[in-house]
């Protein structure tokens, strides 16, 4: 078994279940009384944040290769960066180790070429929806349509995610918000919906979205056990 090295703290609340899904992944799929070795560095969140609406992208990456060299160094076999918005640095920590980085968006891609989709939708912070680091990789790669919420709704998830999810905040009326905005675009032709936030699965069940939801989390931690077990 490889060791899976995390970056987390992006937020702590999706990065408790990056761990959880990893372990449980490993437990069914090795049984017995077996988990997944890994090491989990975490990251201030606040200080990320303050970059991230600074637009000092270059700060992030320097911070996130850091982060990513101390994981190799202490044995890391692969890097895996436990949030969506932060890979618009990707380039930075592949840049700076020698071990494979695996990219959520390449995840994402893989699960739903799975399914047989070609449009989906794409929630997430500005940062997701708006550049085109994460789309770009759907698109070209993976041949999707990605369809995005209009600017009202980007504004109403940005507030979300930042001043609530984030600070553990989840909540009956902001799971109806977001699943509103799921059902408008599902009306312009969306077949499943990208959750491109780690909080954003916490907070929506699947059952209640009549769509197939792509929960990138588990995803990107099935991507981790996969690659740890090959």
């Known amino acids: 078994m490889k060791t899976i ?31 997944a070795k890994s090491i989990l560095s975490s990251v201030d969140f ?11 992208w ?50 994402t891609g893989e699960a739903i070429q799975a399914k047989g989709l070609k449009k989906v939708a794409l929630l997430g912070t500005k940062f997701t929806m708006q550049k085109d680091f994460y789309t770009k990789i ?13 600017n009202e709704d980007m504004d109403i998830l940005q507030d979300m995610i930042y001043n609530q999810l984030v600070k553990g905040i989840f909540t009956e009326e902001a799971k109806n918000t977001c699943i509103k905005i799921i059902k408008k675009l599902k009306e312009q032709g969306a077949e499943g919906a990208i959750l491109g936030c780690t909080e954003l699965p916490i907070l929506i069940p699947a059952d209640e979205v009549d769509i197939p939801t792509f929960d990138t989390a588990k995803i990107h931690a099935q991507k981790a056990v996969d690659f740890a077990l090959s």
């Open 46 to 56: 606040e200080e990320i944040e303050r970059h991230s609406f600074s637009n000092d």
């Open 138 to 150: 759907l698109e070209d790669q993976y041949g999707l349509e990605i369809l995005v919420p209009n």
């Open 58 to 107: 270059d700060k992030i990456g320097n911070i996130m290769a850091s982060y990513s060299k101390n994981l190799e160094k202490a044995g890391a076999e692969m890097v895996v960066l436990c949030t969506n918005t932060i890979h618009l640095v990707s380039d930075s920590i592949t840049n700076a180790v020698n071990v494979p980085f695996l990219h959520i968006a390449n995840a």
């Open 5 to 35: 090295g995390l970056i987390g703290g992006m937020s702590w609340e999706s990065s408790k279940i990056y761990y959880q899904h990893i372990n449980e992944m490993i437990r069914e799929r090795l049984g017995g009384s077996h988990s």
